[in-house]
Nanobody, 114 residues
Framework: QVQLVESGGGLVQAGGSLTLSCAASGSRLSRYYMGWYRQAPGKQRDLVAAVSSGGSTAYADSVKGRFTISRDNAKNRIILQMNSLKPEDTAVYYC????????WGQGTQVFVSS
């Protein structure tokens, strides 16, 4: 069983930066595929960025060059560094840990004002 807790969301102006953190308990995250997803009101939940257990990363086209996903194995968490934020990045951001089943966090709200 994995428990995930996201933090770091908030209100930021367009062009600004935020750092999201997903901390885990119950298991070591290093062996999981990890992802950040986001869901805007009235829209589906979409992949933003992911990192495999081997360290390979993948990004949605809309965030390439602006967002960076990384692992902090010492603190058993993953980080999403978000730069050059745009109003269209406004959403609830969720952390996913995937092994045999999916584990989700409760989400953290990001609001980017224009």
């Amino acid at each position: 069983q994995v428990q995930l807790v996201e933090s770091g969301g908030g209100l930021v102006q367009a062009g600004g930066s935020l750092t999201l953190s997903c901390a885990a308990s119950g298991s070591r995250l290093s062996r999981y595929y990890m992802g950040w997803y986001r869901q805007a009101p009235g829209k589906q939940r979409d992949l933003v960025a992911a990192v495999s257990s081997g360290g390979s990363t993948a990004y949605a086209d809309s965030v390439k060059g602006r967002f960076t996903i990384s692992r902090d194995n010492a603190k058993n968490r993953i980080i999403l560094q978000m730069n050059s934020l745009k109003p269209e990045d406004t959403a609830v951001y969720y952390c996913l840990a995937r092994a045999d089943i999916n584990y989700w966090g409760q989400g953290t709200q990001v609001f980017v004002s224009s």
